[in-house]
C-alpha cells in the first residue's frame, strides 16, 4: 500500500536499537550495504517475508552458514525464542538456503559483508502478505523489536557492558 518493506524493518531495527540503548548496549543500524569486514559482538539482519499464499504465515531465523564464531547457531535460537514470545507468531521449521547465505555473510564472496569473527543471523519477522503477521511487524511493531532486543540481553556474548 505504498511502503516498502525496507520501510518496516528499519522501523523494528531503529526501536530494537533504541531499547538496547536505553540499557547501555551500543547498537549499528546499518545501511543496506554493510560496511567492509563489518566487526561486532553481532550482526542481525532484520527482513520480512511475502508470499502470494495470503495464508503463508510465521517466522524464521537462520544463522550465517559461514559462522566462524561458532556463536550464530545458539543466538539465532535464543532470538527465535524471544521474538516468538514477544509477538505470539509461530517460528517456521524451515529456512532457505538464501537466508543462511544471505550476502552479508558471505565474506569469501563480497567485500561488504561481515568479519568473519562476527556471528551473524536473520530474521524473517513475519509475512509482510499476511494479515495476522503484519499486525505484528506494521501495527504493533514495538513487540518484534522487544522481541529482538531481549534475544541480544539475554546472550552472554553481548552483555550490557554496564554490568
Known sequence: EGTHEWEFNLD??????????TQG???DVLPAVVPQR???DLFIAIHADGSTDPRARGFRVAPSRRDRSGLARDAADVLALAYEEATGLARLPTTTRRMRNYYAFNYRRYRHALHPSTPGIIIETGFLTNEDDREVIVGDPDRAAIGIAA?????PETSNPDR
Not at 523494528?12 to 540503548?21: K, T
Open 25 to 27: 548496549y551500543e547498537v
Open 151 to 155: 534475544a541480544v540481553m539475554a546472550l
Open 38 to 40: 563489518y566487526e561486532a
Open 12 to 21: 523494528i531495527a531503529e526501536r530494537a536499537a533504541e531499547l538496547l540503548r
